[in-house]
């Protein structure tokens, strides 16, 4: 029966994410219990909800917090009624410590990418390529391999906003051309970041799980590239031929320390895989050491530009000067804030259900069952229906028994199994809303043919180069 239970969980589970506080010695087991059937219910019902954003407009992280919340004053009194509250305190500050690190590193990350976006860094990339007047196919090639590039820095959910921006100014005239480009851009922003520990959320929380080291990540370089070239190849050959008009001239260009913040960005990237390799401090803190830097800087670029305010405009009377001028607390503000507290909602929830004990059964039954290989191949394929993130930290959260290799492979499917469709990644949803009506969940899904081989391709290229 517990294997029944298992498999049937499997698909839901294995969706969510959470870094649970192992406890097999637990004092009470809720595995069939009505608290433990309960607890699932919770989850299945806020998780549907999730995956209905789109349709009923209802934020993601308001039912994943209400979920987390319900779970764990389930198991809370349920342990209290025993009197064994104490071991539910521990499992709960567990996993709270581990969504902070989690949140304070993306916190740094998305407000240097934001600060990066407001002094027109990426808008004069953008200008810069309308002015080249490349043909759609070379434009095609062009804005997926700078996704594939860019994305193992920045996120591969601003490079594929980027990158879109770019396609959709260029082929207005063309929806084919959008369609296709914009489904290059989802696959190349997954395949490049699934390399690099910043590349994604799926990548970032190995690396800072401690599961692999930092530099064990670009073995996964080439079968990222092959997961890119297959389906990039295929759809080549379906590209309308010619140019798209010459845009209007642009006159933009990168705003005062614009370039400057940039080379913070990479310095602070080096500051946190110093801190993790050479003196084994969690990479978060060197994210906020970088963030001084930032800080610092801000200051600096702050003052200089209320100065030059100052000089070239007369300020009114009662006028204040507050909010000219670069303002780093801005940037924070504007983080995907609905984002980072989907994690904390979803990371707790999960947390609950692994201190009940479901994770460790579904762990026994697809990694035991199964076999590593055939249930990491799984992994990416699941995680084609919801966003990968969640499935990597499913996967972490069962912790099971693997070589490296094993662990670079799910690693690699998670990241470019999203691919496979739309909805797969967080990439994917965001550049249906912005093409909307040219890209679509059914022009993505006519090339998944295309996408699946590259898929299978990256993962013999692995299995082959890892022997």
Partial sequence: MSKVIAVLLTAVLSLAPGLVWANPDRTLDLIGHPVGYAAIAIFVVAYILVMLEEKIHLAKSKPMLLAAGLIWILVAWTYREAGADGEVEAAIRHNFLEYAELFFFLLVAMTYINAMLERGVFDQL???????????????????????????????????????????????????????????????????????????????????????????????????????????????????????????????????????????????????????????????????????????????????EEYHWSESYETPPGDSSEGRGFNVFSHIARAEWDTLFFFYGVIMAVGGLGFIGYLGMISATLYGDLGPTFANVMIGVISALVDNIPVMFAVLTMNPAMPDYQWLLVTLTAGVGGSLLSIGSAAGVALMGQARGQYTFLSHLKWTPAIALGYVASIGVHLLLSG
């Fill in 126 to 304: 953008r200008i810069w390529l309308l002015g080249k007047g490349y043909g759609y196919r070379q434009l095609f090639w062009i804005t997926g391999t700078l996704a594939f590039c860019i994305s193992p820095v920045a996120d591969n959910l601003t490079t594929a906003l980027i990158m879109c921006a770019v396609v959709m100014a260029v082929g207005r005239d063309s929806a084919a051309f959008v369609s296709l480009s914009c489904i290059n851009i989802v696959v190349g922003a997954n395949a490049g970041g699934a390399f690099s520990p910043f590349g994604d959320i799926t990548t970032l929380m190995v690396w800072q799980k401690g599961i692999l080291p930092f530099q064990d990540f670009f073995q996964l370089f080439l079968p990222a590239v092959v997961n890119f070239l297959v389906p990039a190849t295929l759809m080549h050959f379906a590209l309308p031929k010619g140019k798209p008009a010459q845009p209007e001239t642009y006159d933009k260009v990168i705003r005062p320390g614009g370039l400057i913040i940039c080379a913070l960005f990479l310095l602070t990237i080096a500051t946190a895989i110093c801190f993790h390799q050479f003196l084994h401090i969690p990479p978060v803190f060197g994210m906020m050491t970088g963030l001084g830097y930032l800080k610092l800087f801000g200051f600096y670029l702050k003052r200089h």
